[in-house]
């Protein structure tokens, strides 16, 4: 029986003569300054991410310096200076002085710990921390250093210097913190030796072990989970655990005094030797246990980390006789606009990982640039992501990965690159179903002029590449490429997806109506002026296919209908004019508007916008901007007798239609050109730009079409172009960040008409971004600086430019009316000064764009400058401020006690001046 007065006596004596001293508050200082370095490093602020991973991520090295100093003197200095007899002789147990000792080192730790949460407040003065995060990182910190502390304690017990315990005791806690890195440096020169001998890849593979096997034995590995904002019963157990055990070898040590000696001491040392290696053992199986169990606390703000209804039925039904292997290939570091997928795609593996069981197999790879790891990956087909990042001024280009394969008895998906603009569990998710499945739905995409499968050009006689929406596709679906030369076979797609349809000849179409007015799902996407390629406007004719003799162009059939889709709006009741284009003047990012102009429409919530979004329609619930690009417009014709529901929709103020004919300029010299500046005239209306059009039930419509399809009257929003921007959320070129659902929407109408109406809202489910902002203010302010600056340099440099120009004219005019020369003479003078002048005017224009570019480049680098200084100044505070607290408290301390000493001289022995 532990008595509790007995634990509180010593706990007092060892905490009051820690800070007797000044180690404990030189300790405690030493580690909050420290730790406030690590938080705030430079990394922090290229990140740009509102956590304290950089501290985590060195927290464990910290540890392995920090306990040995906290714990060397618990022992050793007893043994050093005789009190270990006093204090064993106490009416107290070894166990009780254990107990006291252990907990009096614990709530030293834990004060410093508390210090330092000052990193916390920090963190809140220039970022919108998740505190459900913060709370399980401190506690994680708290966890495992209560682990270490009881082996900083096992290392003191042995010797009677504390020096010497100090390196045992760092020994000691290196064992579970770098025990993974070890053994993968060991795994990988042991490959290497193998390698060396001839041995094949998949031999070495099958001998060594693969890199990261010890992770789950390391304390790096679970802090990891609990700096996520999950509190995990296996990063639990384990620090526990680990705490107990070496509990227990303290007790076998400070208990020796107790054995008999001579041979009774060697039995004694043998059968404690069994039962610690017996504790061991059952300490790994409940550790190994507790990893597999499904015991995880989700703290964050928006439950990020508990996984949806959808996903756990999409494990539950997984085949336990094939299991799903997921392997994915991280890096371990990424740009700052990288940092939430990659945070949201680690956890979210893991979670997936508990959950799964042995259903599950879960590898997580770092990846270096040029590893062998890296060569695997891409030969698995995951690719990397070249990124442009800048910090510091500097421009850097990184090769990142952030990908995954995933793969079953049944079937494999690759995962190239975790995007900005999809969900990580949706990801993870829809191709866990797909490779749990025996076959995949089918998608059939119809061959029109688009050629968005790709295929062979007869025109160009190149080969062209499929679009990146049908790869995307390909993750989920079955994709198969549907010919309109023969009637479409009913029931074979599950989904039929139409680009360009008004590209279609007579005979085409007809099969391809046929196919639509049956019922069967059909997602169609048409435009009055496809910028992806111009030339296939419905309004213009049909482009010369070659393939002719010598090469030559052979005349195509006309469009059907003349390319305005009548026979198929006709089967739809619905209204769709080839010649006209929405333009919006309002949108959320001027600069976007001010470079590709009003027919760049951002469908996003506004209050101008009647619902620019169906919220009763889970195609577009929880989707927030879209961008289409010279779009058209659907409406509903009167008396229809079809379900007309509105996707999308653009704004009613500042917008209209613009007319194709006045858009597009023929030139015989030039061919086509756009006109910058064609006749806008604004109306009131909301056009809508997508739209579900759904036959009623047989009762209300006995005979005629059964229509169940998508209308979207604008192909950009899928082309390359508009995908790359919705994958990489920015332009780098206007510095414009963008988060863009134009994907999003796509696999939606996807997903909805092939009946997979659950993944629906899992693909929206994303957190909000933990960024830093007052930094981001402070970068806005100083890019709106510079900008304001370029565009003034640039200005000076037009005038000056233009006022050399009028001077020329001036001359020239002056020449001109001089009634003194004769017109050959004019001409020739005037010839002779244009000469001069335009040799003049070209140096000027190179040294005044020289002028412009330098000093462009100095308001750039004195912002640069002003923002790392101010940054260099939060960083010193950061690091100064935290240890202020704990110097206060023992300076109070300190004078506190020098006062009662001073209280308790009495008056005899003090010193009386005269």
């Not at 939430?340 to 997936?352: D, K, P, S």
């Not at 879960?362 to 992501?385: D, F, K, W």
């Not at 056009?687 to 047989?698: E, I, L, N, T, Y």
Request: charged share 20%.
């Amino acid at each position: 029986m532990v008595r509790g007065h007995v634990v509180r006596a010593v706990f007092a004596r060892n905490l009051a003569s820690f800070f007797s001293g000044l180690l404990g508050y030189v300790v405690i200082v030493a580690f909050v300054v420290i730790a406030a370095a690590l938080a705030f490093s430079s990394d922090f602020f290229a990140s740009n991410h509102a956590t304290l991973d950089q501290l985590t991520e060195n927290y464990p090295a910290l540890l392995v310096f920090l306990i040995p100093a906290l714990t060397m003197t618990c022992w050793a200095d007893e043994r050093k200076l005789g009190t270990d007899e006093l204090l064993f002789t106490l009416p107290a147990t070894d166990f009780e002085i254990l107990i006291g000792k252990f907990l009096s080192i614990f709530a030293v730790y834990t004060v410093g710990l508390l210090f330092s949460c000052t990193n916390l407040i920090m963190l809140s003065l220039i970022g919108n921390p998740d505190l459900g995060v913060q709370f399980t990182t401190y506690l994680g910190y708290w966890l495992a250093g209560g682990a270490l502390i009881s082996a900083g304690m096992l290392a003191s017990s042995l010797t009677s210097h504390s020096a010497v315990a100090f390196v045992l005791g760092a020994i000691f806690c290196s064992v579970p913190v770098f025990i993974s890195y070890v053994a993968n440096v060991l795994a990988s020169g042991l490959a290497a030796f193998l390698r060396t001998f001839g041995m094949a890849p998949a031999e070495v593979a099958k001998l060594v072990p693969q890199p990261g096997a010890m992770d789950a034995l390391t304390v790096g590995h679970h802090l990891s989970d609990f700096a996520l904002g999950i509190l995990p019963l296996a990063g639990t157990v384990y620090f526990v655990l680990m705490t107990v055990f070496f509990l227990y070898l303290n007790y076998v040590i400070i208990s020796r005094r107790h054995w008999h000696t001579g041979e009774a001491s060697n039995v004694m040392s043998w059968q404690f030797a069994v039962r610690s290696v017996s504790l061991l053992v059952i300490v790994a199986s409940i550790t190994s246990i507790s990893i597999g169990s499904i015991g995880r606390f989700d703290f964050t703000e928006h439950n990020l980390y508990t996984l949806s209804n959808v996903t756990n039925n999409v494990i539950k039904k997984l085949d336990d006789s094939r299991p799903v292997t997921i392997q994915a290939f991280v890096s371990p570091s990424v740009p700052e606009e990288y940092v939430a997928v990659h945070q949201n795609l680690i956890g979210t593996l893991r979670e997936l990982a508990h959950r799964g069981g042995s259903k599950l197999n879960v590898r997580i790879t770092n990846v270096e640039p040029y590893s062998a790891e890296a060569e695997q990956a891409r030969y698995l087909g995951i690719e990397s992501r070249s990124v442009q990042t800048e910090r510091n001024g500097e421009i850097k280009i990184e090769d990142i990965f952030l990908g995954a394969r995933i793969s079953s008895g049944y079937d494999e998906v690759i995962i190239p690159f975790f995007d900005l603009g999809n969900s990580v569990e949706y990801e993870l998710t829809s191709a866990l179903q797909t490779v749990s499945q025996e076959e995949r739905l089918t998608v059939g995409v119809l061959r029109t002029d688009a050629s968005v499968t790709g295929g062979f050009d007869s025109n160009t006689f190149r080969s062209q590449q499929e679009w990146r929406i049908v790869t995307e596709l390909k993750k989920q679906y079955e994709v198969e490429e549907v010919s309109p030369d023969e009637p479409i076979e009913e029931g074979k797609y599950d989904v039929l997806i139409a680009v360009l349809p008004s590209s279609l000849t007579q005979p085409q179409m007809d099969n391809f109506v046929a196919y639509v007015e049956n019922g069967n799902p059909t997602l169609i996407f048409d435009d009055p002026m496809p910028m992806f390629n111009i030339n296939l406007a419905p309004r213009l004719d049909k482009p010369s296919q070659g393939g002719g003799m010598f090469g030559q162009q052979q005349p195509s059939e006309p469009k059907a209908d003349g390319g305005q889709l009548t026979s198929l709006m006709n089967t739809m009741e619905i209204a769709w004019q080839n010649g006209e284009i929405v333009y919006d003047r309002e949108s959320p990012l001027p600069r976007i508007e001010e470079l590709l102009g009003p027919e760049a429409v951002f469908i996003y919530s506004k209050r101008n916008a009647r619902e620019a979004f169906a919220q009763n329609d889970q195609v577009t619930a929880g989707l927030q901007q879209l961008l289409v690009y010279f779009s058209g417009t659907v409406v509903r014709r009167e008396n229809a007798g079809v379900e007309f529901t509105p996707l999308l929709r653009s704004g009613a103020a500042n917008s209209g239609l613009v007319q194709f004919d006045n858009l597009v300029v023929q030139n015989p010299i030039f061919g086509m050109t756009l006109n910058d500046n064609p006749p806008r005239t604004d109306d009131e209306f909301s056009h809508v730009v997508a739209a579900r059009v759904k036959s009623k039930s047989d009762e209300e419509n006995a005979g005629g079409p059964k229509v169940n399809a998508i209308f979207v009257a604008d192909i950009d929003m899928i082309s390359d172009g508009i995908f790359d921007l919705a994958q990489r959320q920015s332009i780098q070129a206007l510095n414009v960040q963008l988060k863009l659902d134009n994907i999003k929407f796509v696999l939606n109408c996807v997903d909805s008409l092939a009946g997979e109406d659950e993944f629906l809202a899992l693909r929206s489910r994303q957190d909000e971004a933990r960024t830093l902002d007052w930094v981001e203010s402070l970068t806005s302010q100083a890019v709106e600086k510079r900008s304001e600056a370029e565009e003034k340099a640039r200005e000076q440099e037009e005038e000056r430019l233009e006022a050399a120009r009028s001077e020329l004219q001036a001359k020239i005019e002056k020449i001109e009316n001089d009634p003194n020369l004769d017109e050959r003479s004019k001409q020739r003078q005037i010839r002779m000064l244009e000469t001069a002048q335009t040799r003049k005017l070209e140096v000027d224009t190179v040294d005044i764009e020289r002028e412009a570019e330098a000093q462009i480049e100095a308001i750039k680098a004195s912002s640069e400058r002003e923002i790392s200084a101010v940054k260099g100044q939060f960083r010193f505070w950061a690091i100064v401020l935290p240890p202020l607290p704990a110097l206060i408290l023992g300076l109070l301390i300190g004078m506190s006690r020098l006062q009662s000493e001073r209280r308790s001289i009495i008056d005899e022995r003090r010193v009386h001046r005269s």
